[in-house]
Each structure stands twice: as C-alpha cells, then as structure tokens.
C-alpha cells in the first residue's frame, strides 16, 4: 500500500491550500480518507478518542448487509427461472440476479457521490463516508424492474432533498434510502407495486407471475408458501428484504459491534407481535377479519420488508431517537405501526417504510418528552431532599 500513499501524496500537491485546485481538495480529500485512514487528530479541546470513526461505522454496516446482498442476486435469479424452466442451476440463478442488480448498484453510488462531491465542493467541506451505506440501501429496497433512470432520480431527490438540504450526513431528519424509496413509490406507483414488478421479467414471456406474499394476502388469495420459505427468503419481495434469517445474522453482528442499537431492534419486533396479536385475537372476538388480520403473528415478522427495515434502517442512529427509553418507545411504534399499516390500507400492505418515516418525524419529540420527564424527576428528587448527584439514564 505504501505506493498508492506516495501516488496519492505527489497527486495531492495541486490541491493544497493556496494552489489552483484548491476549491476541490474536498473530492481528493474523500478519495484519500476512503483509502487510508485520516492522519490527522484534534489538538485542543475535549475530546473522547479511540478507533472508531464514521468510516468504521459505515463500513460495518456495509459487511452486515453484504450476506443479504449475495443471497439476494442469487434469489432473483432463481424467482424467474424456476417459472420458465424446470430445473435451475445455482450458479445460473446467481449470474441472471447479479447482472439485474449490480447495475442498479452502480447507478446508485454514480449519482449519489457525484452529488455529494459536488455538494461538498460547492461548500467547501470534505466529502463524509455516509452515503457509503445509503448507496446500497437504496437499490435493496428496490424492486428488481425498477428502470435505472428511475432509480436515479430516486437518488438525486434522497440526497438533495433528503440529506442536503438539512445540511448533509448527520443533519438529515428523515432516512435517506426511505426517502428514495417514498418518492419512487409515490412518483412511479406501477412499477412500485402490483403483481409483476418483484420478479424479472423477458421479452419472450407476457407476464411473470410474482407478486409478494402480502400482496396475495391484500387481494384476498392464498398463499402457497410455508413459513420456512419466508424465513429463509426463498420468495418474491425487493431486492433484499426477504431472508429472515441473513437479516437476523446481520442484526447479530451490528449489535455486537455496538453499531446498532438492540433496544430498537427489540422493541420494533414487541411492536410488531403486539400487533400481531390484536389481529390474530378478532375472531375470537366474534370480529370478522380478512386474509391479512388471520395472517399469524409470527409470518407478519418473516414477511415484507419488516425485518429488514427495523435491523437496516429504524437504527439509523442520525434519525432514530437517542435516549434510552426513547428507543423503546421509538422501535416499539415502528413495530405497531408497520403492522396496523399493512393491514388495514389494502392498496398498500406493506408498511414498515411509512412507519419508520413517521417516527423519523417524531423521533426528536420522543427525546423532548423523555429529557423533560427526567428533569422533572430530578427537580422533584432535590426538593424532597433525595441525593442530587444520583444518575438517572435518559
């Protein structure tokens, strides 16, 4: 690596300060931080310092989401040969996913770091590592048709309008890859839902039959799936929402390293099954329900992109609560929410998106309150002569 530093650094000398490509040393500055780690520390002021970063960070989501990723080209393929042919090789599922979703990958790092490299410039700030994990959120969340400009203007509208315009990484109040997938679903509907646009299609075939389980489910069909299919994801969804069980390694592997918090992850499952189980419960009530309300408590977890969103997206630590009891109460709604959406708006079923999105609102609300119930507390406990100095976790 040592060369690439000496390239780097004789590459480097146009951008110093005062020479003439100086006003875009922030896009040298981002190639340079992305490759070696940043050598520089604070010298005044205090500070707490040890070896994580925000490349750190955005990189150990990265490695959390890249099992999902393979499982989910592989998936893709095998969705569409297994209806036009009878046998289907692995590597040849593979290949046929990867070439539909790697495209869609590129054109999502291609729009979206050229317009935060040329936010960055415009400003006059260095270029942060965040978009590293939207870049690969945003077309996992897609459908697999989705048409590549469509996709890009999806970006352009989550970077500027999502994240920019509040002042880039870490001053977004909303999730920047649900803002792209809000808009495409709003701005493009026919090629955000319906029977179809889940599964690759070909020139040769009129239709391919694929729509997701909860699809089905609102249109009052049955499903053929059993319950280990939809954990371990062999079924129609977006490109990477459906494997249960990748996702809960990858939620595994986020709470271990600290990088995701287990109180959201947590209390959005509760949510969910509390949900779950109102539903599940009506009948016994005398409560006529529908396909959806008899669905069982535990397949609402395994289906859609529930799972995914919660692990993925609701322990974005910039726009979820902060506080402790924050994030319970946070993850708690997204769970309750998600469900009561999918359920009773049948023209959209599936609704984790607009619940994580509703408490990205809310959030810093949640925190307001929680703060506020704590120094009251503290006021109170002073007044009748309890010791000041005890710590109460927020």
């Given at each position: 690596?040592?060369?690439?530093?000496?390239?780097?650094?004789?590459?480097?000398?146009?951008?110093a300060?005062?020479?003439?490509?100086e006003?875009?040393?922030?896009?040298?500055?981002?190639?340079?931080?992305?490759?070696?780690t940043?050598?520089?520390?604070?010298r005044k002021?205090?500070?707490i310092?040890?070896?994580?970063?925000?490349?750190?960070?955005?990189?150990t989501?990265?490695?959390?989401?890249?099992?999902?990723?393979?499982?989910?080209?592989?998936?893709?393929?095998?969705?569409?040969?297994?209806?036009?042919?009878?046998?289907?090789?692995?590597?040849?599922a593979?290949g046929?996913?990867?070439?539909?979703?790697?495209p869609?990958?590129?054109?999502?790092?291609?729009?979206?770091?050229?317009?935060?490299?040329?936010?960055?410039i415009?400003?006059?700030?260095d270029?942060n590592?965040?978009?590293?994990?939207?870049?690969?959120?945003?077309?996992?969340?897609?459908?697999?048709g989705?048409?590549?400009?469509m996709?890009?203007?999806?970006?352009v509208?989550?970077?500027?309008?999502g994240?920019?315009a509040?002042?880039?990484?870490?001053m977004?109040?909303?999730n920047?890859?649900?803002?792209a997938?809000?808009?495409?679903?709003?701005?493009y509907p026919?090629y955000?839902s319906?029977?179809?646009?889940?599964?690759?299609n070909a020139?040769?075939?009129d239709?391919?039959?694929?729509?997701?389980?909860?699809?089905?489910?609102?249109?009052?069909?049955?499903?053929?799936?059993?319950?280990?299919?939809?954990?371990?994801?062999?079924?129609?969804?977006?490109?990477?929402?459906?494997?249960?069980?990748?996702?809960?390694l990858?939620?595994?592997?986020?709470?271990?390293?600290?990088?995701?918090?287990?109180?959201?992850?947590?209390s959005?499952l509760i949510?969910?099954?509390?949900?779950?189980?109102?539903?599940n419960?009506?009948p016994?009530?005398?409560v006529?329900?529908?396909?959806?309300?008899?669905?069982?408590?535990?397949?609402h977890?395994?289906?859609?992109?529930?799972?995914?969103?919660?692990?993925?997206?609701?322990t974005?630590?910039?726009?979820?609560?902060?506080t402790?009891?924050?994030?319970?109460?946070?993850?708690?709604l997204?769970?309750f929410l998600?469900?009561?959406?999918?359920?009773?708006?049948?023209?959209?079923?599936?609704?984790?998106?607009?619940?994580?999105?509703?408490m990205n609102v809310?959030?810093?609300?949640?925190?307001?309150?929680?703060i506020?119930?704590?120094?009251?507390?503290?006021?109170?406990?002073?007044?009748?002569?309890i010791?000041?100095?005890?710590k109460?976790?927020?």
């Open positions: 690596m040592e060369w690439i530093r000496q390239k780097l650094d004789k590459f480097k000398k146009p951008f300060k005062g020479e003439k490509l006003k875009y040393s922030p896009a040298y500055n981002a190639i340079d931080t992305f490759l070696f940043p050598n520089h520390t604070t002021g205090a500070h310092r040890d070896a994580v970063d925000l490349k750190r960070v955005m990189i989501v990265v490695l959390a989401l890249l099992p999902v990723l393979l499982f989910s080209m592989w998936n893709t393929g095998y969705q569409y040969l297994k209806q036009v042919q009878p046998e289907v090789d692995f590597w040849e593979f046929h996913g990867a070439m539909e979703i790697l869609m990958i590129v054109v999502s790092y291609a729009v979206g770091l050229g317009i935060e490299f040329a936010f960055a415009f400003r006059g700030h270029v590592e965040g978009y590293l994990v939207t870049g690969l959120l945003i077309p996992m969340i897609m459908p697999v989705l048409p590549l400009w996709l890009a203007i999806s970006v509208f989550a970077v500027i309008i994240k920019e509040f002042g880039g990484t870490g977004n109040i909303l920047p890859a649900l803002t997938r809000a808009f495409a679903f709003f701005a026919t955000m319906g029977n179809g646009v889940w599964v690759m020139s040769d075939l239709a391919v039959s694929g729509e997701t389980i909860l699809g089905s489910l609102a249109a009052g069909q049955e499903i053929s799936y059993e319950t280990m299919d939809m954990f371990m994801g062999v079924i129609p969804g977006s490109v990477s929402e459906t494997s249960a069980a990748l996702i809960i990858g939620a595994l592997f986020l709470i271990l390293t600290k990088v995701g918090s287990w109180r959201i992850i947590l959005s949510g969910a099954v509390v949900m779950g189980l109102i539903f419960a009506l016994a009530l005398g006529e329900g529908n396909m959806l309300t008899n669905f069982p408590w535990y397949n977890l395994l289906v859609g992109g529930l799972m995914f969103g919660i692990v993925y997206m609701a974005d630590p910039v726009s979820a609560s902060q402790t009891k924050g994030k319970w109460i946070y993850g708690f997204i769970g998600s469900v009561m959406i999918r359920v009773f708006n049948p023209a959209y079923p599936e609704g984790v998106m607009l619940a994580i999105l509703l809310f959030a810093p609300t949640i925190d307001h309150y929680v506020s119930a704590n120094i009251k507390r503290r006021v109170k406990r002073k007044k009748e002569g010791n000041p100095q005890v109460t976790v927020v």
